[in-house]
């Protein structure tokens, strides 16, 4: 496995070896050696997640004020614009973002570390979207900032407005949202 920084710092890409032949593909999607190897961080994971949605469907910016959980998200059916905000305030990097394309083809996880906001939108008929979390759902603490943000201004991947939750539907914008230290 191969880790990748992005523009910000601790959010990376981890890119699996991938062994394949006429049978079809092998991959360790998730060792807790390597992990820690590649990204000095020793996690529990707690929870792992699995959704699936049809295209255009966007989840997020979620995040949890207490409790806050690092992530390892993944695609293994069809493909996802994914996001990470940086939500600590004391930080040199508060409100940036970075998006990265993850896809069943090209095998790609993106490690979310606590103190970020996470999204993604869906960008084919259909992703299937697994992650990890360091920490158990908590809905009392649970916030969520608008996907179409002005202060943000992610440039998502859309052609037509998005399907959204209830929740999601009602976000808070960046500047009167709740957000780390």
């Not at 440039?155 to 399907?163: D, E, I, K, N, R």
Request: hydrophobic share 40%.
């Amino acid at each position: 496995m191969e880790a990748i920084e992005t523009s910000l710092p601790g959010v990376l890409i981890l890119e699996p070896k991938v062994f394949g032949d006429s049978r079809g593909f092998f991959y360790e999607s998730y060792n807790r050696r390597e992990f820690e190897r590649l990204t000095g961080l020793d996690v529990d994971f707690v929870q792992d997640n699995h959704s699936r949605s049809s295209r255009g469907v966007l989840r997020g910016l979620h995040y949890q004020i207490e409790h806050a959980q690092g992530k390892l998200v993944r695609v293994i059916e069809g493909s996802v614009f994914d996001v990470a905000v940086d939500l600590r305030r004391s930080s040199p990097n508060f409100g940036k973002w970075e998006g990265v394309e993850l896809s069943a083809e090209n095998r790609r996880m993106l490690w979310v570390p606590p103190g970020f906001g996470h999204g993604f939108v869906v960008t084919s008929e259909h992703a299937q979207f697994l992650y990890k979390t360091t920490d158990y759902w908590a809905p009392e603490h649970e916030r969520c900032i608008r996907w179409d943000d002005e202060a943000l201004a992610i440039p998502w991947p859309l052609t037509a407005l998005p399907a959204l939750s209830a929740k999601d539907a009602v976000g808070q914008s960046f500047k009167a949202a709740e957000v780390y230290d």
